[in-house]
């Protein structure tokens, strides 16, 4: 059976470690890109270029040889080309562990890093703007997208913000600096680039039914108030990383909310009002939240473009509320619908939209009061009665 070694090469250099340096004198034949092999072949020793798992699948079936390494940047367990390797019915795999650039860079800021996220941005959505707002400090592994990650923190509110830079690290043009956001959004750095963001203020609270005082206002546009929001996430029952869909957003207070409690997942809120979309829109920049998408449209059309959603609410529905029910279950049809009504007309609305679809609607009637001082005494002030329906979910 042939023997191949997975060898986390660190940062190159002086930072690989000695179980690798010993892997590598075993190995017969070296498998990698070119800046690692160059490093590290052996005089006489046989190198391929190549990174990818078929290619180096290729490269050891038809060789002869029975001892091979594989080199890959950093360390195997951190987002390395290392873990699509796996034992096959022709070799079995070892990693060998490396210096990640996690560990190194944060030295070299002499920072600690056992509280830190760690994220990377290299070809996927990484909710950059979420882990900043709920972590003190955040490393990016950027993929080379220095500028389009300082614009969404920019875009969020988060400009000032201090920013490590490090750059091709452990090579011989290595730099390590420090920048605001604001400035990184122009300034051109290395590929190989990676970054600690660092909020003092950061904040990862989990926040329902957050005061209606701390949102913006608008005349005319409607908010659905803090105790009746509160129920409303409470049938919700999100997860850290649903897809949510906001339908009738108005002010985009259960947006907001919906956003921060599924902050590794997306929101997606759609209002028939262009003051309703702004208003959303500042709102969500006014609570640094970076994983909501705010559409102005007319529901059901609108909702074609939206993705798959595991939670929905439909504050405001214009009469469509069957249609958007149906919309919603022809995507996911376990997603988890909760619907507010006003009046009994419309709750009855929303029960027949549920029931149509095949599903068994619960209905909770929301009632609060609030006191108001006057003289020495308090009087209870009721906000009008709120109807909420909910329905779907299945197996939760």
């Known amino acids: 059976m042939k023997l191949v070694y997975i060898i986390g090469c660190g940062m190159g250099g002086d930072t690989i470690t000695a ?53 890959v940047s950093g360390d195997t367990g951190f987002y390395s080309a290392a873990a699509s390797y796996h034992d096959c019915d022709e070799y079995w795999v070892r990693y060998v562990a490396g210096v990640s650039s996690v560990s190194y860079f944060f030295g070299k800021c002499r920072l600690s890093w056992e ?7 290299h070809g996927c959505e990484c909710g950059v703007v979420d882990a900043v707002r709920r ?27 201090k920013v ?17 956001i604001r400035k990184l959004v122009t300034h051109r750095c290395s590929p190989l680039t990676v970054l600690i963001i660092e909020n003092p203020n950061y904040d990862d609270r989990m926040r329902v039914g957050i005061s209606d005082g701390e949102f913006l206002r608008a005349e005319g546009l409607p908010m659905t108030k803090s105790v009746v929001r509160a129920a409303i ?36 809120s759609l209002d028939m009002s262009e003051a309703a979309v702004q208003q959303s829109s500042a709102n969500c920049h006014a609570f640094h939240i970076g994983n909501a998408y705010i559409t102005k449209g007319i529901a059901p059309d609108a909702l074609e473009s939206f993705p798959a959603p595991d939670r929905v609410f439909i504050g405001g529905s214009s009469g469509w ?76």
């Not at 004198?25 to 270029?49: D, H, M």
């Not at 509280?115 to 941005?121: C, D, E």
């Not at 490090?166 to 043009?173: K, Q, R």
């Open 19 to 71: 179980e690798a340096l010993s892997a590598l004198n075993e190995a017969q034949l070296l498998i990698g890109a070119p800046r690692l092999t160059s490093q590290f072949k052996k005089p006489g020793q046989e190198v391929y270029s190549a990174y990818r798992k078929n290619e180096v699948d290729a490269i050891i079936s038809r060789s002869d040889k029975s001892v091979f390494a594989v080199l």
């Open 115 to 121: 509280r830190a996220k760690l994220i990377s941005a």
């Open 135 to 161: 972590n003190r400090l955040t490393f990016v592994l950027t993929g080379g997208n220095v500028s389009e990650i300082a614009e969404q923190l920019c875009a969020c509110g988060f400009g000032s913000l």
């Open 164 to 180: 490590y830079v490090g750059e091709a690290l452990g090579a011989a043009d290595e730099k390590v600096y420090i920048i605001s």
């Open 233 to 268: 996430m409470s049938a919700l029952a999100l997860r850290i990383n649903d897809t949510c869909w906001d339908i009738g957003c108005g002010t985009g207070s259960v947006t907001v909310e919906m956003a921060l409690a599924a902050y590794e997942g997306r929101v997606f």
């Open 321 to 396: 509320t069957e249609e958007i029910v149906r919309a919603a279950l022809e995507k996911n049809a376990k997603a988890k619908i909760v619907i507010s009504a006003v009046s009994p007309q419309s709750a009855a609305a929303a029960i027949d939209a549920l029931e149509n679809a095949g599903l068994s609607a619960e209905v909770l009637q929301v009632s609060a009061s609030h006191g108001k001082k006057c003289g020495g005494m308090h009087m209870m002030l009721a906000d009008n009665s709120v109807y909420i329906i909910s329905s779907g979910g299945a197996n939760e």
